[in-house]
C-alpha cells in the first residue's frame, strides 16, 4: 500500500466493490416457485366462495385428501350410517311394543329377537353384511320393517359404491410413481446445433419400462 502510495502520489486511494456487488446480488435473489425436489412455493389465495366449490365436487374433494382425512372420514361415515340404522330398527321395535313382549312365545315381532339397542345393532349388522340370519329375523306382519329393510339395502349400496370407490380411485392414482423419478440435482447450458441449450437427466429407478414418456418443462422468469 504505501509503494502504491509513493508510485501514484498522495491521492491514491484503494476502492473495494467485492462486498457492495455481493449484498445486490443477495439482494436480487428472489424465491423459487418450484424447489429442486418438486414441490410447489405458489398458493392460491383470495379465491371467493372456495369452500362451496370444493363442495360442488366432492368426489375428487375427497380422492385428492391425505390419507388420514380419507380414513378419518370413511370410519366415521359407516360409523354414523351403522348408528342411524339401528337406531331405525330400535325405534320400531319400540313403537310396536316388541321391547316389551319379547319374552310372549305367542306374540309375533317385527324382529325376532330383538330384546334392546345392542341386539337391533346385530340384527341391523347381519343384514348388511349379508351373513345370514341365524337367532334374529324379520317376520312377515310388519310392513315397516320391510320398507326399512329396502331403504337399508339401497342406502347401503350407496355409501360403498362411494366410498370403496373413493378409495379404489385413491390407491391406483399415479401420483407416487413421481417418487421413483430422479432428476438431476444441476442443470448445464452447453452448445447444441449452434444453440445455447438448458439440459438435465432423469432417470428411471424401476425396471419396468415407461411406454410413450413425454417430460415438458416451463421457464419462470
Not at 24 to 40: E, I, L
Not at 104 to 119: I, L
Not at 153 to 169: E, K, T
Request: proline content about 2%.
Amino acid at each position: 500500500m504505501s509503494a502504491l502510495r509513493k508510485k501514484f502520489g498522495s491521492d491514491y486511494q484503494v476502492v473495494t466493490t467485492t462486498s457492495s456487488s455481493h449484498q445486490k446480488d443477495k439482494r436480487r435473489k428472489r424465491q423459487r416457485f418450484v424447489d429442486k425436489n418438486g414441490r410447489c412455493n405458489v398458493q392460491h389465495g383470495n379465491l371467493g366462495g372456495e369452500t362451496s366449490r370444493y363442495l360442488s365436487d366432492l368426489f375428487t374433494t375427497l380422492v385428492d385428501l391425505k390419507w388420514r382425512w380419507n380414513l378419518f372420514i370413511f370410519i366415521l361415515t359407516y360409523t354414523v350410517a351403522w348408528l342411524f340404522m339401528a337406531s331405525m330398527w330400535w325405534v320400531i321395535a319400540y313403537i310396536r311394543g316388541d321391547l316389551h313382549r319379547a319374552h310372549d312365545e305367542k306374540y309375533t315381532p317385527c324382529v325376532a329377537n330383538v330384546y334392546n339397542f345392542p341386539s337391533a345393532f346385530l340384527f341391523f349388522i347381519e343384514t348388511e353384511a349379508t351373513i345370514g340370519y341365524g337367532h334374529r329375523y324379520i317376520t312377515d306382519k310388519c310392513p315397516e320393517g320391510i320398507i326399512l329393510f329396502l331403504f337399508q339395502s339401497i342406502l347401503g349400496s350407496i355409501v360403498d359404491a362411494f366410498l370403496i370407490g373413493c378409495m379404489f380411485i385413491k390407491m391406483s392414482q399415479p401420483k407416487k410413481r413421481a417418487e421413483t423419478l430422479m432428476f438431476s440435482e444441476n442443470a448445464a447450458i452447453s452448445m447444441r446445433d449452434g444453440k445455447l441449450t438448458l439440459m438435465f437427466r432423469v432417470g428411471n429407478l424401476r425396471n419396468s419400462h415407461m411406454v410413450s414418456a413425454q417430460i415438458r418443462c416451463k421457464l419462470l422468469k
